[in-house]
Each structure stands twice: as C-alpha cells, then as structure tokens.
C-alpha cells in the first residue's frame, strides 16, 4: 500500500491502456506524478505533482538525502542512479538504504529531465588541462608552464622580450617574380622597370634647382676641394712656381719666391711694401712713398690671416699703396707684400 503524504498540485492526464489505480506513479513523457484515484484507460483524470510520496525503491544503492531519485518507466521503481530508459524525477526526502523497498521522493511540479545525467561516466583532463574526474563535482583548469603540454598565462614574459627573429620566418623570396606569392611593384608604391616616365624626355623643373643650397655659408655649402677647385686664398710650394718654364731657386713659401724672382730680375727697380688690413676692415694702406708717384704694381702676395681675395692694388697721387679686399677680414687682421715698381721719371 503506498501512503500519499501531501499533494499541492495536480495535472490533467489521459490514462494509458491498462488504465490507473490509485496510488500508481506515472510518466507521461513530460510530467511525473501520482494518482490518487483509479483512472481507466483512455479516460482523462488527475495526478499530484507536487508533494511528498512513498514509492516502490529497487534498491541497491544508497542514496542521500536530497539526492536524484530515477524513475524507471518499464520497472515502475524509482531508482538511485541514472541508467538509459530512466528519467529524473525528484529528489529523495530522506536517505534509503541498499535493501529498501520503499522510498520517500519529493516531487516538484511534476517536472521530469531524462536526459539531464546523460551518459557521462566521467571527466578527463586533455592537453594543456588538469582536474576531471569520475565522480561528484569535476572542474578542469589551465595548466600553465613552459612546455610542450602547458599554456602561457597572458603576462608571461616571452610574450613581450627583445629576440632576433628566427631566420625561417623569413620569406621575401616567396614574393619575387616568377614565385608562388608574387608581390607587382604597384603593391608596394613603385614603377616597374620598364615604366616609360623613366626614360621619356622632359624638361627638369624648376622646383629642382638647388645650385644655390651649396654656396658658401648656405645650410648645404660644398667646400671648392669637393668639386676640385683651389681655396680663394691658397699657397704654393716654391717648386710649384716657374718663370718661363724655369724653376724659381728653391724658398721656403710663395712669399719668399716671388721675392727672389723679382729680386733677381728687377731688384734695383722695386720696392716692397708691407700693409694691413684690419679685422672689419676691407682696405690697408702703406703711407705716401715720393719715389712711388708715377709709378706702378707689378705684385701683391698675402703673407698671413687674409681671408678673401684681393680686389684692387692703386697707387695713390701720393705714392701711397691702398689694397682692397673682396670681403671684409671677420676673424683678424691680414697682411700682404705689395712690390711695385720705382717711378723712372
């Protein structure tokens, strides 16, 4: 005899064939209940779906209290443990033993999962994993490290360190002519070879025209050795100077040679003047000289710290040298040997 306990709530059913009797536990495929009527076949009638209930137990486990309890719809028991064929529905009010016939199921709502347990016998943890298990409540983690089998955690350090790229990364040749991922210069911004602006005739643009970026003092200036040219003011060894193809005798500078060379062709007719031009100044001039007056220059040598060529040598009415400076002297005063030639009058 199966004693009904409580039942707060009913559900409208059709009785199957072989109809119902009081007290039987059925599963329609969607709700588990009890009758507490008899219910003949193909008559519609009520079952509680809610409450608690003494059912046949099949025994053989022992399951706890507010365990799943498994309805068996070919056994009509309930059942401690899930199997293919059985569906989840309720819970156990109370613990039963492994020789029970009966047991006590709380059911809610008549509501019934047949699939909830399914078929998994137990968890394994794969590669890069640990945790599973085969029974209670199994978790799986990551299991992190620096093997083949385990995961990096996201601030893993070889995610961000400096390390030269391994040469089998390297694959610009896959994308040369004739290879399999070829790259056409269009791709990458560029002309092809045989692009014909390359080669056709065209006037050069003004925009082009940079000559004056390299003059003296301009952000890019070329000193005259870098297009084979000589300084503005420059020496010569006394080997490097001739008179009609003929070696000067041998002097220590230019200064010293064109002394000997005008010396030695025109001594008693010159004289020499030494004369200054101050820093900022671009003039010098020697004082008046009654034996120059009429008379001429015949040679100007600079001798130390002149900066810029000379622009003119003029004899002055009265007989004084003034020499001039393409450029005002900036870093000091310079000096120079001016020869001219006595007046003959």
Known sequence: MINKITSPGQALITAPVGGLVAGDAYYDGARFGVCPNDIAAGVEGYMETEGCFELVFAGGTTPAKNARAFWDPTAKKIYGAWSAGRATCGTFYEAAATD????????????????????????????GLSGGGTTGAVTLAVAFGATDSTACVGNDARLSDARTPSSTLAHAASHAVGQA???????????????VRLTDARTPSSTLAHAASH??????????????????????AATEVTYNNVNVPPATNVSNCFDTLIG????DNLTEKSITVLNTATTGASAADATLIGGRV?????????ESAVAGVAIAGDGAITVTLAAAQAVGDGTLKVYAQISQA
């Open 100 to 127: 029970d016939t009966v047991c006590k199921i709380m059911i809610n709502q008549g509501l019934v999962d047949d699939g909830e347990n399914g078929d998994i016998t137990g968890v394994t943890a794969g590669t």
């Open 181 to 195: 991922d070829v790259i056409t210069p269009a791709a990458i911004g560029a002309c092809a070879d045989n692009d």
């Open 215 to 236: 003059h003296t003092a301009e952000a890019d200036a070329l000193a005259p050795a870098d297009i084979g040219a000589a300084a503005a003011s420059h020496g010569h």
């Open 264 to 267: 030695t062709l025109l001594k």
């Open 298 to 306: 015949v040679g100007v040598v600079p001798t130390a710290g002149v």
